[in-house]
């Protein structure tokens, strides 16, 4: 291993880095508004690639450009990777990253041009990467420790942390006269670890973007694009769980069927693009008063349902006055709601699982007819052992009740 030549693994090390960037690039470029994070993510590997660039021509141009820049840019590289994870899923970004870049430039400027100390640099430099690569792998580990794309990218960037570590340990026993492009074990050994390192990553990115766009397209199938409500078919099936685990575990199990007032006329009179903010608002307004376990979905034009599960018809109905007084979203034409609120009962305990959410259902129906005739803008709640209607009474969806 000693007859490696270093200047050329270095050089390899950052063209990993370049395919990757490249692959990552193209993926950001195609999903710009669902892939932020492969932005940041394509951009580290390519400083890592310049930064690398930078390291092997030492000796070649001066110090304060091939090691203080080039080890700038690798550690400004890895962080950018980092900034990219904190984005995936959501977090704000943090600035001790930019603070830190600063430091490690003061420090490796002193120990290279005013005091030459390759030791020093050599435990500083992977330090500061480890301690960046640590505040990664909590963020992924915070996040989901569940599925193969996160997993995957927890162990490299785990790889990479003992990797680092076990060299900025090691620094001190490096020859005084050593450097990055002195050939010895811990070097070869170091290089080629942190190599095939950020080329795991880089595979770690793009399945955590792959994920990211499946998620994307199950969504899609599964919820409307407009309100991001559930979809008709995916509700039922999700309250077809919650009937079935209320009959295995107890508790109340509750429906609202909700309906827009007069929505035709809103359509006639402001135009359908104005109709569908109203829809948008509306879902926004129900979305905010429903917890993670409630479900909701849009059950065809302007009409929607929740279902609540360990809830009784007194909090249901005291929810549905919530979203029937919330404000209206700014710059929206008036528009007011009609709710009706039904418990499933005894009645439907012995009822297949399908027909007793039926029953449920016919019953909020016709609770909400019932607030539609008496003058909508109304919570009316069924009673709670009162049996199913025969049949289902036209609601708002029709003409005549909209």
Not at 9 to 23: D, H, K, N, R, Y
Not at 27 to 45: E, K, M
Request: charged share 15%.
């Amino acid at each position: 291993m000693g007859e490696l030549d270093l200047r050329a693994l270095v050089l390899l090390l950052g063209a990993i880095g370049v395919l990757t960037s490249v692959v990552l690039q193209h993926v950001w470029r195609q999903n710009r508004a669902l892939l932020g994070a492969a932005q940041w993510w394509s951009v580290g590997p390519l400083a890592i690639f310049v930064g690398t660039v930078l390291l092997a021509l030492r000796g070649i141009i001066g110090a304060p450009v091939s090691i203080v820049l080039g080890n700038v840019l690798v550690i400004g590289g890895m962080t950018a990777m980092y900034l990219g994870t904190c984005r995936y899923w959501g977090e704000p970004l943090p600035r001790w990253p930019w603070a830190l870049l600063a430091a490690c430039a003061l420090v490796l400027l002193l120990f290279s041009a005013v005091w030459p100390h390759y030791a020093v640099r050599l435990t500083v430099v992977p330090g500061l990467m480890a301690l960046v690569q640590w505040a990664h792998l909590r963020v992924v580990w915070r996040h989901d420790r569940s599925t193969f794309a996160s997993q995957f990218l927890s162990f490299w960037i785990a790889f990479s942390i003992v990797a680092l570590v076990v060299r900025s340990a090691t620094a001190p026993m490096e020859a005084a006269d050593s450097d990055l492009l002195i050939p010895s074990p811990l070097q070869n050994v170091y290089l080629i670890s942190y190599a095939f390192a950020l080329l795991g990553e880089g595979i770690g990115f793009v399945l955590l973007s792959q994920q990211r766009l499946q998620q994307h397209i199950r969504e899609l199938a599964s919820h409307d694009s407009l309100t991001g409500a559930m979809t008709r078919a995916a509700w039922w099936n999700a309250a077809l769980h919650e009937v079935l685990r209320q009959r295995r575990q107890g508790g109340p199990l509750t429906l609202l069927m909700l309906d827009l007032d007069h929505f035709k006329r809103i359509n006639d009179t402001h135009g359908h693009p104005m109709g569908d903010r109203v829809l948008r608002d509306f879902a926004q307004r129900v979305r905010q008063s429903l917890r993670a376990t409630d479900r909701f979905g849009r059950y065809g034009g302007e009409e929607f349902v929740v279902l609540l599960p360990d809830t009784g018809t007194e909090a249901a109905c005291a929810l549905a006055e919530r979203i029937r007084a919330q404000a209206l979203g700014a710059g929206l034409p008036a528009y007011t709601v009609s709710i009706g609120v039904a418990q499933m009962n005894g009645h439907d305990q012995h009822a297949d699982p399908g027909g007793a959410l039926e029953a449920t259902i016919a019953r909020a129906d016709a609770a909400l007819y019932d607030a539609k005739t008496h003058g909508r803008d109304r919570v009316v709640c069924a009673p709670a052992d009162a049996p199913a209607p025969p049949a289902v009474a036209p609601t708002s969806g029709t003409a005549a009740t909209a």
